[in-house]
Each structure stands twice: as structure tokens, then as C-alpha cells.
């Protein structure tokens, strides 16, 4: 724990200090050369009476306050505080697809690490969200609940891997199911951020997830990432990265993954959502962006933390009080020469 919170004001404070020096060093010899051109010291000291006996105390009161006025600054602090914070979210779940056909280079470097990639981008745009996470094959499962901690997002979204589900296939339908759970508590507009490839496997269950996203006002974005003339799945690497073997089926043919945009669009416009094929990880992550803009938010606590009590307040009082004593200090009074001499006589 740091007693301070912000230290640098205490070298502003030496700075202040000794430009105060300086102003008052240069001031009193100004004072002396004006005085002796214009009166002479004995004559100043008759006209203005005795030194004041209390400036040594105001000067005192006065570094005090000034001291005090700058610890302030510093924030000082101790003692722990639960802070809750609040705001208004709007609601967000990704999907994204991680078969093996996620493998496929014909976006630089894969298809999967190109969507994690994007998605990193637009999880740190996304302030003001609770987004959730999924992956999904044939089944889907959830990764990370809806949170609104950007870090736990990403550390997820991380270590998503192809065929990191023991089951094979893909299926559309299953994230939109399974987002339509998670999203069902929170009222209004929300979205699904489909990244896939969009070849599934079952589509007769389409028609049912297209249902249940409409019914619970779930937007769906999806996003195609490959290209419509189809790449080879590796199969086999180096430590390299070189593909040893690619994927075959059943019959031993070499498998190529095509990108399905036509069942992707339809999914889209069926929830009044938008289909983005992929180009650039900043370039969708804009127009994912744009997609969410609209949402419903609702308010609601956001997180809850420790943190230490900021105790500005005790110096900033002190230096009111030296500060204010310092003004209620008497001026000097003027010496009484004149009835003292008249007294005598």
C-alpha cells in the first residue's frame, strides 16, 4: 500500500517552497533599496513603528497551509472501502466457431486466430457491454458468462483452439439456442456475434433457432471468415507451422472448407441483423461496432471492488485552519513615541 496516492505533488511542493523563498528573498531586497532611496532606515523605522512580533509566526502558518495544501493533493490515504460501480449495458454474446474447419489459411493466418484477433479489437471498443462468450461446433458451450471484465474476456477468448470440444461438426442453430438462454433475463434489444465459417451441418434446426432469436429480440450479427472458394483443413503441422497432412473424410478425399454466405445472410436479415464477411480485423471490428450501437442497455451493478479510503480531507482542514489563523493575527501596532516624550515633559 502506498500512504500516498499521488507522491509527484510533494516535489511540486519543494519547487513551490523554493520559488517562495526566492520571491521572498528578492522582496526584501527591493523593500530595503526602496526604502533607503526614499526615506533612509531610521527614517522608515520612525514613520512605520517596531517589527511586527508575530510575522515570524504568520510565516510560519503560511508555509504550514501551503504544506498541508499540497499533502492534500497527494491524496493520502489508508483504511479499505467496498466501492460499487454501476452503468447502464447494453447486451452482447459472441459465438465463435471452432471445428476443424476453423484451421483453414485462406485468411492470414487461420481462420480461428484471424477472429481472435478481431475480436481482442472489439472487446476493447465495447466499454459500455456485457458481453458473453461461446464456442461452438455442433454443440455449443459457454466459455465466459456475461461480464462486463474486459480482462477475463480476453483471457478466454485466448484459449479458444480448433476441435477444443469433444464434439465434431457444426451446427448454426446451437449458438443461437444456447445465446438466446443466456440473453432471455435482460429486456429489450440484444445481439449474437456469430464468427464462422458457416458451414452447417444441420440446417433443418435453422428455422427453429431463427424463432427463438426473434422471440427473445436477440439481433444477430455474423460474421463469414474464409472465402467461397474453399481452402484444404490442415491436418498435421511442424513446430514450424508447415502442414504435414491435411484433412480428409470417410472415403479418404482431402476435405475442402467453403465459405457458406448464403446461409449466414439468411440468418442475419431473418433477426433484422447484418452479415459481414471478414477483411480486416480493425474493418469488422468498426462495423461490428456500428451493428451494436443501437442496443437496449439496462442498469445494474457492474463490479465490486476494495479500494483505500482517500483521507484528503484531514490536510486540506489543517491548512484552512493555519491559513485562516495566520489572517487572524493583529496587525503590528504603530509605536506611541509622540505621547510617551509629552508624558515626560
Known amino acids: 500500500m502506498q500512504l500516498f496516492e499521488q507522491p509527484i505533488y510533494f516535489v511540486y511542493l519543494l519547487i513551490a517552497l523554493g520559488a517562495l523563498a526566492l520571491v521572498y528573498w528578492l ?4 523593500k530595503r533599496r ?6 533612509g532606515p531610521a527614517a522608515y523605522m520612525r514613520l512605520t513603528g517596531a517589527a511586527d512580533a508575530l510575522q515570524p509566526l504568520k510565516t510560519v502558518l503560511f508555509i504550514a497551509a501551503v504544506c498541508f495544501a499540497f ?10 472501502e ?37 475480436l481482442r479489437m472489439l472487446i476493447s471498443h465495447l466499454q459500455n457491454e456485457r458481453i458473453g462468450l461461446i464456442a461452438f461446433t455442433s454443440q455449443a458451450f459457454i466459455q465466459c458468462p456475461i461480464t462486463t471484465d474486459e480482462d477475463a474476456l480476453k483471457y478466454f477468448i485466448s484459449a479458444l483452439q480448433p476441435d477444443m470440444l469433444p464434439v465434431a461438426g457444426t ?11 443466456m440473453l432471455a433475463k435482460y429486456p429489450g434489444k440484444k445481439a449474437l456475434i456469430i464468427l464462422t465459417d458457416g458451414e452447417d451441418h444441420s440446417p433443418e434446426e435453422l428455422k427453429e433457432a431463427q424463432s427463438v432469436a426473434q422471440q427473445e429480440g436477440i439481433r444477430i450479427i455474423a460474421i463469414g471468415i474464409g472465402t467461397p472458394e474453399g481452402e484444404l ?72 471492488r476494495t479500494r483505500y479510503k482517500n483521507r484528503y480531507q484531514i490536510p486540506l482542514a489543517l491548512a484552512v485552519i493555519c491559513l485562516l489563523t495566520a489572517l487572524a ?7 506611541q513615541s509622540a505621547p510617551q516624550t509629552e508624558q515626560k515633559r
Do not use: C
Request: a positive charge.
Open 27 to 30: 522582496g526584501g531586497r527591493l
Open 34 to 39: 526602496i526604502t533607503s532611496i526614499l526615506f
Open 71 to 80: 499533502a492534500a493533493l497527494a491524496r493520502p490515504q489508508w483504511g479499505l
Open 82 to 118: 467496498i466501492v460499487k460501480a454501476e452503468g447502464d449495458f447494453a447486451q452482447t454474446v459472441i459465438a465463435v466457431d471452432v471445428s476443424a474447419s476453423m484451421r483453414a489459411r485462406d485468411v492470414h493466418p487461420d481462420r480461428l486466430d484471424s477472429a481472435k484477433n478481431m
Open 171 to 181: 451446427s448454426l442453430a446451437a449458438p443461437v439456442k444456447l445465446a438466446a438462454h
Open 233 to 304: 483443413i490442415p491436418q498435421r503441422t511442424d513446430v514450424s507451422g508447415r502442414v504435414l497432412e491435411y484433412k480428409k473424410d470417410r472415403e479418404g478425399k482431402t476435405v475442402v472448407s467453403k465459405l457458406d454466405q448464403q446461409s449466414l445472410a439468411a440468418l442475419a436479415q431473418a433477426t433484422q441483423g447484418v452479415y459481414i464477411q471478414y477483411t480486416t480485423p480493425a474493418q469488422v471490428a468498426t462495423k461490428v461496432e456500428e451493428s451494436v450501437r443501437d442496443l437496449d442497455r439496462s442498469r445494474s451493478v457492474s463490479s465490486s
Open 329 to 335: 493575527l493583529p496587525f503590528k501596532e504603530r509605536r
